[in-house]
């Protein structure tokens, strides 16, 4: 029967670090100084560096293509807390899930995804829709 | 401040183009911890029916922020910068991106806002090749922070 509604994909955990948003910065030309930059951050009234929901909106994506059910056709995500990252070595765990909320009847499949941070969720309404 | 309405509907046409390159790619990919074979290697991305290493999902993210900085930072839309978040972000895929793609962005307003304080504004872009190809089109929502709500 292949894929069913409700199955679970693998989880992803991941250690996000002040290193590895300098270098998501770079890669993604994204310098609001809020990802990098503490005093900026605290500055805005935020409680530290913050990392970028875009990061961990390709984090969450990684559990549909790790999948590997077929092609990504649309991913959606909203930013619903920041995920906050201290200036150590552990950085901040995210963890990364989705499970099957729908097969469409043009036989695409949606997942929800979800990415949470300290035990809350970062991301809200994260679905991608995959063509087999 | 609410933003001027008079943007709705503002269509931002290609200045530029961007040539994704291989390298770029492996950048983006080692950024997201994504190392499958196609983001980086020429050979598994030809086996698989591709013409060069393709882009993960979210790499239109370069030339979306570009595009989104550019509108938002224009005086007369009366955006504070400062007090701005990215509320939502979509993509739709309609071909997939590979290096050697000459990307053209264009870029339309699609609405602007005012709830409890807060403005919100949704910028739509059709990336495409130079030559008109569809790649992918992305809807970013933006939110700008009441300047009360924060002070109270």
Do not use: C
């Not at chain 2, 239109?60 to 922020?65: D, F, P, Q, R, S």
């Not at chain 2, 979509?90 to 709830?115: C, K």
Request: proline residues 5%; glycine residues 10%; without cysteine.
């Amino acid at each position: 029967m292949g894929v069913q509604v409700g199955d679970a994909l693998p989880v992803l955990r991941v250690r996000i670090t002040r290193a590895d948003l300098v270098k998501y910065a770079g890669a993604a030309l994204d310098f609001n100084p809020i990802h990098w930059n503490e005093a900026f951050a605290r500055g805005v009234g935020l409680p530290d560096v913050i990392g970028h929901g875009m990061l961990t909106m390709a984090l969450a994506g990684r559990v549909v293509t790790d999948w590997g059910m077929g092609a990504l056709v649309d991913y959606t995500a909203r930013f619903t807390r920041p995920v906050v990252v201290p200036n150590d070595d552990e950085g901040a765990l995210v963890e990364l899930s989705g499970k099957v909320g729908a097969v469409n009847d043009d036989g695409t499949i949606r997942v929800d995804l979800s990415a949470k941070f300290e035990g809350r969720a970062v991301l809200g309404k994260a679905i991608a829709v995959v063509r087999p | 401040m609410a933003l001027e309405q008079g943007f709705v509907g503002r269509e931002y046409p290609p200045d530029s183009v961007y040539v994704v390159g291989r390298e770029k790619i492996r950048e983006f990919a080692e950024a997201i911890g994504d190392l499958r074979a196609e983001y980086l290697d020429v050979e598994a991305a030809r086996a698989l029916g591709y013409a060069d290493v393709v882009a993960p999902p979210t790499f239109t993210t370069i030339v979306n922020l570009a595009a989104i900085n550019k509108i938002v930072n224009d005086p007369e839309l009366g955006l504070d910068y400062s007090r701005m978040v990215h509320g939502d972000q979509s993509f739709t895929f309609h071909q997939p991106v590979v290096a050697g793609d000459r990307l053209a962005l264009t870029t339309t307003v699609e609405s602007i806002s005012r709830r409890a304080g807060n403005d919100f504004i949704t910028l739509r872009a059709e990336i495409r090749t130079e030559d008109g190809e569809p790649r992918v089109t992305t809807r970013a929502l933006l939110v700008v922070r009441d300047t009360d709500e924060e002070q109270g």
